[in-house]
């Protein structure tokens, strides 16, 4: 069994992994980077850019049937299926290649292929190797949870980790999870031709709380798949062709409906199980998750980290890689025995690539709070918006009784771009009169934020 020595080992090459590796060398730690897997980073590889390169060819296929709105006649859309999945992999490959740049200028004593677990609080085994460090980040990430009664449907069931690589489109897909993920390639699919059945244990969407957007993003995503919130599948069977699924609402109705395929995308658990956690001495929770301080990501009780998905704390793609950049520069203080640094959390920060976007900023909404004054605006009939054929949704805003600016939720036309700036007003502390001070140029669907902005400034001077 060779050993190897190290001051900081990281576990997992993935976004947050690799920003770890960075800044602790930059911090002067000597540090290995350990993975498990084909490496490229779940973000280039079965996340956010393969999802994106689909959305972007169903974003296609509808501006081609919507352009007989604007009296340009295209002709039928035939879509090819091969062709869409041919230039998803391609594109996404192009992706996982700069990863794989990238990790190729880490030298290659310092990059260990291998499941690494931990024998103890300072040891790790990766295949027939130990390796004993001063500090680890745990950068493990998560992988996609499959429900129990979609266990042994074979090839009929696609994940995350396996929809990227089908040769054409199926004809017909039950998608579990109206979360982003879901909800993103749902709709990608649905406008892709694949008649789509949305099936979700709760009652919220696209990562939406707000009633009203929740109303209205119901509205708008029914016009492109059938949408099952509050049910639950009961069972799911392999048939000829497909898998035939039964499921029942939270009102008790039962329904049943025979698919092609089903993709499960209810939920990524962190990849923890096989790290033996408990042998390196950490305190652990009913789920086997172990305490750690969300600034520091320090965890209790071992000189360890955890970062990015693999802590579940917000798992998107700027929070593991500052995530784990704060994890690398923390690992490489405690072997130097310095305290670690704790920076504030970022302005919470979430977009769904849905078509209209939606878009969560900040402070969570609270039905309940009284001491909030709120404003909000309505697409349907905002100047660009409706220019652009694009006018759905709305926002809802929160602000404190001073007008401080704390939270929001939108669906609608680029609020990827109303989410940063509302993000941007939050982190510096403005008022939602800050905001109302300065330009926004006509006709923008910016003008939309300001209408709600308005109505927090009129709400204030009415307080
Ligand atoms: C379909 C989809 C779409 C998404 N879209 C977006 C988006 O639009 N925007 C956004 O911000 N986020 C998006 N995300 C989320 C984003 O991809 C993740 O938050 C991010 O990639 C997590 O990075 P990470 O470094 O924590 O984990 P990963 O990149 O998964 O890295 C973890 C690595 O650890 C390795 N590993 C695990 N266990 C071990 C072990 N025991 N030993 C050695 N190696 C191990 C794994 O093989 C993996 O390579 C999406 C995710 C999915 C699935």
């Not at 007989?68 to 299926?81: A, P, Q």
């Not at 992988?143 to 979609?150: D, F, M, N, Q, Y």
């Not at 078509?355 to 709070?369: C, I, K, L, M, N």
């Not at 700036?421 to 910016?446: K, M, N, S």
Request: charge should be negative.
């Amino acid at each position: 069994m060779s050993e190897h020595s190290c001051d900081v080992a990281i576990i997992g090459a993935g976004t947050a992994g690799i920003s770890a590796y960075r800044a602790a060398v930059k911090a002067g730690a000597d540090a290995v980077l350990i993975e498990r897997g084909p490496g490229g980073t779940t973000c280039a590889r079965v996340g956010c850019m393969p999802s994106k390169l689909l959305i972007a060819a169903a974003e296609a296929a509808h501006a081609a049937r919507q352009a007989d709105l604007f009296g340009v006649r295209v002709g039928d859309v035939r879509i090819d299926g091969p062709a869409i999945m041919h230039r998803v992999r391609a594109e996404r490959d192009r992706f996982v290649g700069a990863v794989f740049e990238s990790v190729d200028e880490i030298p290659a004593e310092h990059r260990i292929a291998g499941e690494a677990r931990f024998r103890d609080a300072r040891t790790l085994a990766v295949g027939e190797r130990t390796v004993a460090f001063r500090a680890a980040v745990i950068a493990t990430g998560s992988s996609p949870a499959v429900p129990e009664p979609l266990e042994g449907l074979g090839e009929r069931l696609l994940t995350t980790d396996t929809i990227f690589e089908i040769a054409d489109l199926p004809r017909s897909l039950a998608v579990l999870g109206g979360g982003p993920v879901g909800i993103e390639l749902a709709q990608a699919m649905a406008r892709l031709g694949v008649a789509v059945t949305l099936i979700d244990s709760g009652p919220t969407l696209a990562g939406l709380t707000h009633p009203d957007l929740l109303e209205a993003a119901a509205e708008i995503f029914a016009a492109d798949m059938t949408l099952l919130p509050e049910t639950e599948i009961e069972r799911a069977e392999p048939v000829e062709g497909g898998v035939h699924l039964t499921w029942r609402g939270a009102d008790g109705r039962r329904g049943e409906g025979r698919f092609a395929q089903v993709l499960a995308a209810a939920g990524r658990p962190p990849n923890l199980k096989g790290l033996d956690l408990a042998a390196a001495r950490l305190t652990l929770d009913e789920r086997g998750m172990p305490a750690f301080d969300p600034r520091s990501f320090v965890c209790d009780g071992a000189p360890l980290l955890i970062a990015g998905d693999a802590n579940a704390e917000r798992p998107i793609l700027h929070e593991a890689s500052r995530q784990g950049t704060i994890a690398g520069r923390n690992a490489a203080a405690l072997v130097r025995g310095e305290s670690p640094e704790a920076p504030e959390p970022w302005t919470p920060l979430a977009v769904v690539f849905t078509h209209p976007q939606t878009a969560r900023v900040g402070a969570s909404y609270d039905g309940e709070a009284q001491d909030r004054l709120l404003g909000e605006a309505d697409f349907c009939d905002q100047g660009r918006a409706r220019v652009e054929a694009v006018n759905q949704g709305g926002i809802r805003l929160w602000a404190d009784r001073s007008g401080r600016l704390l939270g929001g939720e939108m669906i609608g036309p680029a609020v990827e771009h109303l989410a940063h700036i509302l993000t941007d007003a939050i982190a510096a502390g403005r008022t939602a009169q800050d905001l109302l001070d300065r330009p926004v140029y006509h006709p923008t669907v910016e003008e939309g934020l300001q209408t709600a902005l308005e109505a927090i400034a009129h709400a204030k001077r009415g307080a």
